[in-house]
């Protein structure tokens, strides 16, 4: 019997599957500064302090495996010059000093053409590692997730948002740790769930900030917010258990405030 890894919040927002050492990244979206130069706003690259922590999660993990979750790039449906420069040369740095994996995400139309050899490249429904299903979020995992025991996603930006007695606000990264609906899953797969849980990954990228969780509706259209992944809309996200990136447990996300 294969023996099961256990998830580990690590601070700085990367996930580490003990005991085989995997380290998981979620939405790193390099080239961001791009886009935000077109808006007016001059943003130094930050591809080598995104590099630069990275390498500090893996010294301190001593990783062993390096899984990036998706959206590793930003600027679609093409790739802009800064990301045709930075993106090769930050993904060879890794690949050359770690076991490297990458599930495509809706901004990773074109990696494969800026990946170096040695990078393993899965499709967005992911892929499994022991009990462990590892995909980005924006599509239904593979059915083979159904035989995991976790499933790992991004693509949400988890967060929430706190208010005092005179107005201010603040929002806070954190990691959503969901039940999922087996009954739901079963109907649309066709086939026995075995997952316990979902984890919702936060963002690595500090230029983004997150998504509030536990505010009544969407900022922009005034519908009620849901999550925008898929499976995640399915769950029981409205209960889910909320860790900040310190690893301060907040207790159970309908317990918060709603704001």
């Given at each position: 019997?294969?023996?099961?890894?256990?998830?580990?919040?690590?601070?700085?927002a990367?996930?580490?599957?003990?005991?085989?050492?995997?380290l998981?990244?979620?939405d790193?979206?390099?080239?961001?500064?791009?886009?935000?130069?077109?808006s007016?706003?001059?943003i130094?690259?930050?591809?080598?302090?995104?590099?630069?922590?990275i390498?500090?999660?893996?010294?301190?993990?001593?990783?062993?495996h390096l899984?990036?979750?998706?959206?590793?790039?930003?600027?679609?449906?093409?790739?802009?010059f800064?990301?045709d420069r930075?993106?090769?040369?930050?993904?060879?740095?890794?690949?050359?000093?770690?076991?490297?994996s990458l599930?495509?995400?809706?901004?990773?139309?074109?990696?494969?053409?800026?990946?170096?050899?040695?990078?393993?490249?899965?499709?967005?429904?992911?892929?499994g590692i022991?009990?462990?299903?590892l995909?980005?979020?924006?599509?239904?995992?593979s059915p083979?997730?159904?035989?995991c025991?976790y499933?790992?996603?991004?693509?949400?930006y988890?967060?929430?948002?706190f208010?005092?007695?005179?107005g201010?606000?603040?929002?806070?990264q954190?990691?959503?740790?969901s039940?999922?609906?087996?009954e739901?899953?079963?109907?649309?797969?066709?086939?026995?769930?075995?997952?316990?849980?979902?984890?919702?990954?936060?963002?690595f990228?500090?230029l983004?900030?997150?998504?509030?969780?536990?505010?009544?509706?969407?900022?922009?259209?005034g519908?009620?917010?849901?999550?925008?992944s898929?499976?995640?809309q399915t769950?029981?996200?409205k209960?889910?258990?909320?860790?900040?990136?310190?690893?301060?447990?907040m207790g159970?996300l309908?317990?918060?405030?709603?704001?």
């Amino acid at each position: 019997m294969k023996t099961k890894m256990e998830p580990k919040f690590l601070p700085g927002a990367a996930l580490l599957l003990e005991p085989d050492k995997v380290l998981v990244i979620g939405d790193l979206h390099l080239g961001l500064e791009h886009e935000i130069f077109k808006s007016g706003i001059r943003i130094p690259s930050q591809t080598e302090k995104i590099m630069e922590r990275i390498d500090l999660l893996i010294r301190e993990s001593k990783a062993k495996h390096l899984v990036f979750l998706g959206d590793v790039k930003h600027n679609i449906p093409v790739s802009s010059f800064q990301e045709d420069r930075e993106l090769p040369l930050f993904l060879k740095h890794f690949a050359a000093k770690i076991k490297t994996s990458l599930v495509k995400g809706n901004h990773d139309g074109d990696i494969e053409k800026l990946s170096p050899r040695g990078i393993k490249i899965y499709p967005s429904s992911g892929f499994g590692i022991k009990n462990f299903w590892l995909a980005h979020g924006q599509s239904w995992p593979s059915p083979e997730a159904m035989d995991c025991e976790y499933l790992v996603i991004g693509h949400d930006y988890p967060a929430v948002q706190f208010s005092d007695a005179v107005g201010s606000r603040s929002v806070e990264q954190c990691w959503l740790v969901s039940k999922p609906d087996r009954e739901k899953l079963e109907k649309k797969y066709g086939k026995n769930c075995r997952l316990e849980k979902i984890i919702s990954v936060p963002v690595f990228n500090r230029l983004i900030g997150g998504m509030p969780f536990n505010r009544k509706s969407s900022n922009k259209s005034g519908k009620k917010f849901k999550p925008l992944s898929p499976i995640l809309q399915t769950a029981d996200w409205k209960h889910s258990e909320v860790y900040l990136l310190d690893g301060t447990y907040m207790g159970k996300l309908d317990g918060l405030k709603k704001i």
